[in-house]
């Protein structure tokens, strides 16, 4: 009889979860709106059906997610990335352009389709080429009355800070978006009729302004002595941000998806697409409002324009009628509270270290220009250049030579992992700036960062060769490494990741400065191909969507289908510059030039 009750309650149990279950579906007709968030310009954005700021999206665990897309834009081709969810089984919904699926073109339909398996602060956005510093973004959150902390709060709410552009992509300086190559992506156009020089450094366009939930001003109307949870997310193209509310602390309880072991916090720094989870509780009194302060990370910006404002005040509202102020702020707030450091976070789990990598991939991360004379951004001085065939159509179709890293191409930087093996990844970054990287289908651990993240994390800047990591001489991994999806590394320094290839599919791994993935600072993890082709299968809408483009969606790189290792046709990047005329040497050749042709002149005169 007991054995009974307790199959009742367990069918009963697993009845209720699947009730739960919901199917969100959702019609997202991408159309041009006019938008004028920061007060200061309007300017045309990428709604969704005639609106902007898009939805925000809020479903629960295990809901099962439909979003039809109709590209309504006429002049620019989509698709919708959804930050931080594994798509596990389902890879081809996972959304970035020639990884994954074709991009999609005007006039072209494309449904999106899954379960989400997690629950936590998410967003979606563009991932074809430059799209989403265009407002193609917005928060996807997904609620779990199951998590740690529910019974915490009485109330909840998302924000997003981003920066902000008064151009279109298109005409933003930094980048050539040669006439019509975005609305037309031909099997034979490359990234490299799309960027063109600035400046040697190829240093990144600077913002007009930053946004907090798509506008400026913004009243979260609070009671007194209650607890909120406050999910932050950065939805910006380029800008990390400090954030912090004005006399209050706060507790982090979850990061990119992730619960964490409670940790009490005064500021955060969120790079570009992390996101944060806190619990704060108001104060007693209501005699007065307190500031939400985000501060834009100025060390990242090569030049600040004097119209640029740097940080933002938005409120708690405790009294609608008392006085809403700026809040003074300490600009280069690094020196005095550089922000909490996510490496020390503990995941609620304690999911261990995962031990003994059986691949070890090392990328380098480097800046530098190619003999078109255009800046780029290199892995193991590899730029990524799109292959002629989405990499997962690739993997689907090459059959058992799907195993073989050659059919993906040259210049993709893929490499193939074994199911469920443990990866180990070692950025190295041979570079001044810090980048923040994201690895779509996972969470990594981050087991090690060098410097850490503090008032040294900048301090490595000015180095002329890279602090690299050494596997026989480091100080000892975490014992329950914090997992994430976007990590920061340290300009000249680096950060060691683990992860395990649990994830059929094809995965990309790039650094999401929206610019920085544009110059090619992206690579492509195919992981278990064969298991792909056991478990991924493709609609036909997204197949359609290629042939609309004109993009093969079979063969391998070259979208040759006869003989995979035939890889004549690729798409191939410009050529290095000769050797002793790197960026650096030129610049320093021009000076020298100029200086002997003043010194010239003195005399002469
Ligand atoms: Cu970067």
Redesign the pocket.
Known sequence: MPGRITFLLLALTLLLTACRAAIVEKHFNLTWVNANPDGLQERKVIGVNNAWPLPVLDVNKGDRLIVHVYNDLETTTSSIHWHGLFQNSTNEMDGPSMFTQCPIVPGESFTYDFTVDQSGTYWYHCHTDNCYPDGERQALVVHDSDAWFADQYKEEFAVTVSDWYHNMVEDITFLDLSKGQRRLPSTSSTMLTWIAALSPTGAEPIPDSFLFNDTINTKISVEPNTTYLLRIINTGAFVAQYFYIEDHNFTIVEVDGVFTEPEEASVLYVAVAQRYSVLFTTKESTARNYGLVTIADQVLLDGIPDTLVLNQTNWLQYNPSASFDAVNVTLNIVDENPGFDDYSLVPYDKEPLFENPTKVINLTISMGILDNGKPY?FFNDQTYTRPKVPSLYTALTAGEEATNEAVYGEYTNSFVLNHLEVVEVVLTNNDG?S??FHYHGHNFQVVSRFPSYGEDFYSLSDDVSPSAFDPNNHTAFPTYPIRRDVVVVPPMGNVVLRFIADNPGVWAFH???DW?MRQG?AATFIEAPLEMQKRISVPDDHFAACKAAGISYEGNAAANTKDYLDLKGQNKPARPVPAGFEARGIVALVFSCIAALVGLAAIAW
């Open positions: 951004a700036g980048h923040p650094c999401h400065i920085h600072l």
